[in-house]
């Protein structure tokens, strides 16, 4: 089936600096792919996503590039601030596993912290 | 405004007893979802439903249950039977069902409710 192979955290940056989380897959096809922000206590929302290869995400300074040849999906951002801090979370499109079910899979999520 | 809302936000319980968590949204949408987050072990599925009055197990729904009347409302309720239910629990919802063209895998989610059990 498919699956999400996230880099593990925590990471702390300081402000400014150069932010990098890798995300691998390996689905059947090519689904969209997608990166959730999870701040504390609340829920998850869509920071960005890709519908097809060489699909570029954008949103809040965040880039990620849908990658084929590599089945990747990092997301960067280039100067990140306190606010930044968060856990970041990689995922598929839900994926048809069999007999009328469905996998819905997400990365295990990558804690950030930024600190000044 | 359009949302998913999940009550209550903090939960509190005793062992040997159970608890329903709400779980409302006025999307329109058909698909909801029930998640559990614990800590370094990111989400995993409980239970889904994409329709009105069907629902299919995700990876952990021992000693859970879901219902679906409405198409707006999936509650969801930890039993006696779950052994470890302190958690946080989250709730989504996405367009259309799973298989449906208008699905574009985007899952929009509730704020969440913490539970523990004392």
């Known amino acids: 089936g498919d699956s999400v192979t996230q880099m593990e955290g925590p990471v702390t940056l300081s402000e400014e600096a150069f932010l990098t989380i890798n995300c691998t897959y390996t689905a059947t096809g090519y689904p969209s792919l997608f990166w959730y922000v999870q701040y504390p206590g609340e829920g998850l929302q869509l920071l960005l996503k890709?519908?097809?290869?060489?699909d570029k995400g954008s949103n809040k300074g965040f880039e990620a590039t849908y990658r084929k040849e590599t089945t990747s999906f990092h997301l960067e951002k280039g100067s990140v601030q306190v606010s930044d801090s968060a856990v970041y979370f990689c995922a598929p499109a839900p994926a048809y596993s069999g007999a009328g079910s469905y996998q819905l899979t997400f990365g295990k999520g990558t804690k950030l912290s930024v600190i000044p | 405004d359009g949302g998913i809302t999940q009550s209550p936000k903090y939960l509190f319980r005793k062992e040997g007893q159970n608890v329903t968590l709400s779980c409302e949204q006025n999307?329109?949408?058909?698909?909801m979802y029930w998640y559990r987050q614990d800590p370094g072990q990111g989400l995993r599925l409980i239970y889904y439903?994409?329709?009105?009055?069907?629902?299919q197990k995700g990876d952990i729904a021992e000693g859970y249950s879901v219902s679906r009347e409405k198409k707006e409302s999936f509650p969801l309720t930890v039993t006696s039977a779950q052994k470890n239910p302190t958690a946080f629990y989250l709730c989504?919802?996405?367009?259309?069902?799973?298989?449906?063209?208008?699905?574009?895998?985007?899952?929009?989610f509730g704020e969440g409710s913490r539970l523990t059990v004392l």
């Open positions: 999307l329109n949408h058909d698909a």
């Open positions: 989504a919802c996405s367009i259309g069902g799973l298989a449906g063209g208008e699905n574009t895998g985007e899952l929009f």
């Open positions: 890709a519908t097809k290869a060489d």
């Open positions: 439903s994409q329709i009105v009055n069907d629902f």
